[in-house]
């Protein structure tokens, strides 16, 4: 899968809605405009931007492969088996814009998540491990699962 601003999203403007998210959360907490966000992010259960990318397209993917999305969303999911592993086909594009597609997005992205996440039995099970996965995240980690 491709970076984000692959997928659509020029980093000017992930980190414009960083510091969007970032003031929201220091007017939450009562702090000041130049006073430092420290772990208030996590405090308040929230997801850094990229984060919060990552597990919307991973929620939907994962409410798709398990019936709970559209029938046309369900259609763009399709598992092949690699040995023992089981993998969602993530389809060949053609186009300039191909890459950036969910029917491509969603499947290489959801293949690079850890068992434990994707197995889950239900979707509020799964966005509490998804939850989990990310924050535990460091910024390179982001990144290497982006690419």
Known sequence: MACFTEIGITEQLLNQLQLIQN?????????????????????????DVRKRIIFKISLLAYKSINGLAP???????????????????VPQVNTKYGHRSFSYVGPTLFNRLPESVTFSENVDIFKSAMKTYLFDLSVVDVERLTK
Do not use: C, P, T
């Open 23 to 47: 003031a929201a959360a220091k007017s939450i907490m009562g702090k000041y405009k130049h006073d430092h966000l420290e772990n208030d992010l996590k405090k308040l259960h929230w997801l």
């Open 71 to 89: 029938l046309y969303m369900q259609e763009l999911f399709r598992y092949a088996h690699h040995g023992h592993v089981l993998k969602l086909i």
